[in-house]
């Protein structure tokens, strides 16, 4: 999946110090690299996941330590209130990114999700908004570095299994795409095409997730949803090229918004047909 010898040489050794900062239980490697998905320039995306007071003094002497006097580590709650901290480093010229997660909060987010709860939150980087669900999702698609507590081990095993409640919600969602269309339509007259531009984005998320959740996979971010909603199994035909054009042939005239809009009302009508709920 990633380079073998960097995996063993720096990886490995630097999430076993890393557990010995208190507060962290347990490293994993996450993102592209995680999946076997990379290319030659993905980033190494570590999750930090710590419980209680995390101490961030350390964790930014380790990366000190690691990456040079350069490098550094924030305090949490430095990236806003879902991606809460981190580091940015350059170890042996390659790009590792520490991500700080909450393993208590990622539980409580599990457990909601078995209820069908969620919420796509404010966060920077994030402009459909932080889907809360990618917590355990992102760690059911990870590969455990380290966990001496065998906490992290535990619900990694647990959030293997897709929750069908949450499945339902996030094809049920599917009725605010139809509310975002019709809120569209009404500044066509204006030639408004920031405000449609803006609705027919989240109209192309929510159909992302729509699919995903049918086909009970997890949806972690935007960047790559569009494509990789339409290679799935149910999506309906053309999807990724169809939503790219929602977007990308928007237009600016009251005539091309409104035939970019029927465009998107025909994805929405096809995407639903594509997650039949029994």
């Given at each position: 999946m990633w380079g073998v010898e960097f995996e063993d040489v720096v990886l490995q050794?630097?999430?076993e110090r890393l557990c010995l900062v208190d507060g962290v239980v347990g490293v994993t490697l996450g993102g592209s690299r995680a999946r076997g998905m990379h290319t030659t320039e993905s980033d190494y995306d570590l999750g930090v996941y710590y419980r209680g007071a995390l101490d961030?003094?350390?964790?930014?002497?380790?990366?000190?330590?690691?990456?040079?006097?350069?490098?550094?580590?924030?305090?949490?709650?430095?990236?806003?209130?879902?991606?809460?901290?981190?580091?940015?480093?350059?170890?042996?010229?390659?790009?590792?990114?520490?991500?700080?997660?909450?393993?208590?909060?990622v539980?409580?987010?599990?457990?909601?999700?078995?209820?069908?709860?969620?919420?796509?939150?404010?966060?920077?980087?994030?402009?459909?908004?932080?889907?809360?669900?990618?917590y355990p999702g992102e760690l059911a698609l990870s590969v455990i570095l380290a966990d001496p507590s065998g906490h992290v081990t535990?619900?990694?095993?647990?959030?293997?299994?897709?929750?069908?409640?949450?499945r339902e919600a996030l094809v049920r969602r599917l009725?605010?795409?139809?509310?975002?269309?019709?809120?569209?339509?009404?500044?066509?007259?204006?030639?408004?095409?920031?405000y449609v531009a803006g609705c027919l984005f989240r109209v192309v998320c929510l159909c992302t997730h729509a699919l995903h959740a049918h086909a009970r996979r997890w949806l972690i971010n935007e960047k790559g949803a569009v494509a990789a909603?339409?290679?799935?199994?149910?999506?309906?035909?053309?999807?990724?090229t169809r939503a790219h054009a929602v977007l990308g042939r928007l237009g600016t005239t009251p005539d091309e918004l409104t035939a970019t809009l029927t465009l998107a009302e025909q994805l929405v009508e096809d995407t639903r047909n594509a997650c039949p709920l029994t």
């Amino acid at each position: 999946m990633w380079g073998v010898e960097f995996e063993d040489v720096v990886l490995q050794p630097l999430a076993e110090r890393l557990c010995l900062v208190d507060g962290v239980v347990g490293v994993t490697l996450g993102g592209s690299r995680a999946r076997g998905m990379h290319t030659t320039e993905s980033d190494y995306d570590l999750g930090v996941y710590y419980r209680g007071a995390l101490d961030t003094d350390a964790l930014n002497n380790l990366a000190q330590e690691w990456a040079g006097a350069g490098a550094s580590a924030t305090r949490t709650g430095e990236w806003g209130p879902w991606v809460d901290g981190g580091a940015w480093l350059s170890i042996d010229g390659r790009a590792v990114d520490w991500l700080y997660r909450d393993l208590d909060r990622v539980t409580s987010v599990w457990q909601d999700t078995q209820q069908g709860v969620y919420g796509f939150h404010a966060q920077t980087g994030h402009p459909f908004g932080f889907a809360d669900f990618a917590y355990p999702g992102e760690l059911a698609l990870s590969v455990i570095l380290a966990d001496p507590s065998g906490h992290v081990t535990a619900l990694h095993t647990d959030v293997q299994q897709y929750p069908d409640p949450l499945r339902e919600a996030l094809v049920r969602r599917l009725w605010e795409a139809d509310f975002v269309t019709m809120l569209a339509r009404k500044a066509i007259p204006r030639a408004d095409a920031t405000y449609v531009a803006g609705c027919l984005f989240r109209v192309v998320c929510l159909c992302t997730h729509a699919l995903h959740a049918h086909a009970r996979r997890w949806l972690i971010n935007e960047k790559g949803a569009v494509a990789a909603a339409g290679a799935l199994p149910n999506a309906p035909a053309d999807f990724s090229t169809r939503a790219h054009a929602v977007l990308g042939r928007l237009g600016t005239t009251p005539d091309e918004l409104t035939a970019t809009l029927t465009l998107a009302e025909q994805l929405v009508e096809d995407t639903r047909n594509a997650c039949p709920l029994t």
